[in-house]
């Protein structure tokens, strides 16, 4: 009797302990479920952050393709940049960025960033769309991103190549306008002459909303091509020099013929006294090396006759002054002066 009755109670203390066991697990796991919930709900309602962040970090960590995926960026036939190979070989990428809070209006939910691209600090809208979820969660997507804009212009003479990013561009083109992610794309022209040459450099993207002038790389003469433009000016004057007309054409000197008081001249020679000092610009622009010279001056000699008996006469001018502006071109069979008026009435 005395061993039952000291037994009881052990087995109802074993019951007790339990139970408490049991309660304390299921108020533990209570507890971590509602954590998770809070959790889960606070990381949901942050996701228009979180999905402008993923696009942001894959540009941070140089992984175009991922980049592209998540931007919903489909590459085109003439998109170059748009690849892993044009993007690592970028310089002045996206290194960090902060992102604000998200903002809807109308409808539109959008979350502002400011991106670090190299040493330029610049602010960007990113739009986010609605992608599911429940009436108390929503999931979010990041909506189609437009990727910003590289301009080349290439200016020099024909049969220039080059390459942008590393890829060839269209060798027919000179002006160019491509898609690509954010950074500075290296620009290499390929010169088919030794006459002039073009310094490397990069072609800075620019955001979609962002009004920027092409990234112009003009040819430079080297010092063949330098002799060679003035050689080309020179051959000019001389061949308006050897001119047996009072007007030569394309030439920067002329006298005029006046058969009004019964006069012809003829045989007319040109003597220069003074060859004008010729300057060739170093760079390419408007469509050619500009050329110009500089207080030159000219005599002429023509054989005067009276119609009225034919009666003849030696004559000469006095100094005439002239000069003139035109440009050099490069063609294949080498060094072309073409100046920018027409004859010497149209030079004044």
Known sequence: MSLESAGAPKRRIRVRWYWWALA????????????????????????????????????????????????????????????????????????????????????????????????????????????????WLTLWKLAPVTPETVRVEVDGPAGLTYTVGGAAAHDKVQKLSLRALPGSYPVKVTSPSSEFTFPGGVAISHPVNETADPTVFAAQLSATGATDAQTAVESWLDGCLASQAAAPANCPFLVTEDTENGIRASDFRWTLDARPTVT?????????????????????????????????????????????????????????????????????
Request: glycine share 14%.
């Open 24 to 135: 304390a697990v299921a108020v533990l796991c209570t507890a971590a479920g509602a954590m998770l919930s809070v959790a889960t709900i606070a990381v949901v309602q942050d996701m228009p952050r979180t999905v402008v962040a993923r696009y942001l970090e894959a540009l941070v960590h140089g992984n175009a393709r991922e980049a592209m995926k998540l931007g919903g960026i489909t590459a085109g036939s003439g998109d170059i940049l748009l690849n892993d190979a044009a993007y690592k070989g970028a310089s002045d990428r996206i290194t960090s960025f902060t992102l604000g809070r998200p903002v809807s209006r109308g409808g539109v939910t959008t979350v502002e960033a400011t991106v670090q691209e190299g040493d330029r600090p610049y602010s960007r809208t990113f739009r986010v769309e609605r992608a599911g979820g429940v009436p």
């Open 280 to 348: 060739v610009e170093q760079v390419w622009s408007d469509g050619g090396f500009a050329a110009r010279g500089e207080d030159g001056s000219v005599k002429a000699t023509a054989t005067l006759t009276r119609l009225a008996d034919g009666a003849t006469e030696q004559v000469s001018t006095e100094d005439i002054p002239f000069a003139y502006a035109g440009v050099v071109t490069f063609t294949g069979s080498g060094a072309e002066f073409q100046p920018n008026l027409g004859d010497g009435s149209a030079q004044g």
